[in-house]
């Protein structure tokens, strides 16, 4: 079992920068593929990003490449995404998910463990 808690998120001006952390708790927290997936209201949740267990692979959407950063730190059993140049259409509710095996899923179904989420709203 994993238990994965969003932080960082809030209200940034088109333009800006936020940074979402999510904090796992649990066993092997380094042995799972780690996402960060975004639901705007009417909308399907996609992945935004998606990083290995090593953290070597990263996987991006193509609305966010050259934008976002996932990055993990397997001590301190965080993971994180940097959002720059943020945009009005990156309005959505953003949840950190764990999964067990070592694909960079881009589905939610290919994820085992997901977190609350943390809204993070871009006024124009």
């Known amino acids: 079992q994993v238990q994965l808690v969003e932080s960082g998120g809030g209200l940034v001006q088109a333009g800006g920068s936020l940074r979402l952390s999510c904090a796992a708790s649990?066993?092997?927290?380094?042995?799972?593929?780690m996402g960060w997936f975004r639901q705007a209201p009417g909308k399907e949740r996609e992945l935004a990003a998606a990083?290995?267990?090593?953290?070597?692979?990263?996987a991006y959407a193509d609305s966010v490449k050259g934008r976002f950063t996932i990055s993990r730190v397997n001590a301190k059993n965080t993971v994180y995404l940097q959002m720059n140049s943020l945009k009005p259409e990156d309005t959505a509710v953003y949840y950190c998910?764990?999964?067990?095996?070592?694909?960079?899923?881009?589905?939610?179904?290919?994820?085992?463990?997901w977190g609350q989420g943390t809204q993070v709203t871009v006024s124009a």
């Open positions: 998910a764990a999964s067990r095996t070592y694909d960079l899923g881009h589905r939610p179904n290919e994820y085992d463990y």
């Open positions: 649990g066993r092997a927290f380094s042995s799972y593929t």
């Open positions: 990083i290995s267990w090593s953290g070597g692979d990263t």
